[in-house]
């Protein structure tokens, strides 16, 4: 019998071919964005339009930032970021849809596990994407519902606040 792969393993492979044109060094990452199971918007990471990639090398590497910390080491667009802002360069909607992330190390080919930082979850809330999905270190697909970014931001405000 054909073996077709999930819906949700079938974008994450889409993901994947999008990532390999990143010119990043340490992590490769692709997004791509459904809406109504039609693919409306990709992005990966890498420098703004125009701006140099990393050629000289990566700064982060140079500072020893380890992943998730030392944005200011790296000029690069995220790959959710870049996949939100082509839908709206295209004039795509992205509202209601699904976020699909996938990362490899371009050294191995390997998985990186990935998901949206910070200021990305933050993207991702006010684009009115309802679904990420990605995958964990083991290779199982992994779901964040952006509702619950929402309440992780607003227990860190109201605890910060309550410390001042």
């Known amino acids: 019998m ?3 792969p999930s819906k949700d393993r079938y974008y994450l492979e889409i993901a994947k ?24 918007s990709t992005g990966y990471n890498g420098p703004a339009r125009g701006v140099n990639n990393c050629e000289l090398g990566c700064l982060k590497d140079k500072k020893n930032e380890s992943t998730y910390v030392g ?19 295209n004039g795509n909607k992205v ?3 699904t976020m699909f992330i996938l990362g490899t190390r371009p050294a191995t080919g ?3 596990e990935s998901w949206p930082c910070d200021r990305c979850s933050r993207i991702i809330i006010n684009a009115g994407i309802i679904r990420v999905v990605t995958l964990d270190k083991e290779g199982n697909v992994k779901e964040f519902d952006p509702k619950a ?6 227990k860190w405000y109201a605890d910060n606040m309550k410390s001042e």
């Open 95 to 97: 509202l209601g849809g």
């Open 149 to 154: 970014w929402v309440e992780r931001d607003n």
């Open 71 to 89: 944005y200011n080491w790296c000029h690069a667009v995220h790959a959710e970021e870049n996949a939100v802002v082509n839908a709206a360069r």
């Open 110 to 112: 390997e998985i990186a």
């Open 17 to 40: 071919t999008v990532a390999l044109r990143s010119p990043c060094t340490r992590r490769q990452l692709g997004a791509i964005v459904v809406v109504d199971d039609t693919i409306v």
């Open 2 to 4: 054909l073996q077709r």
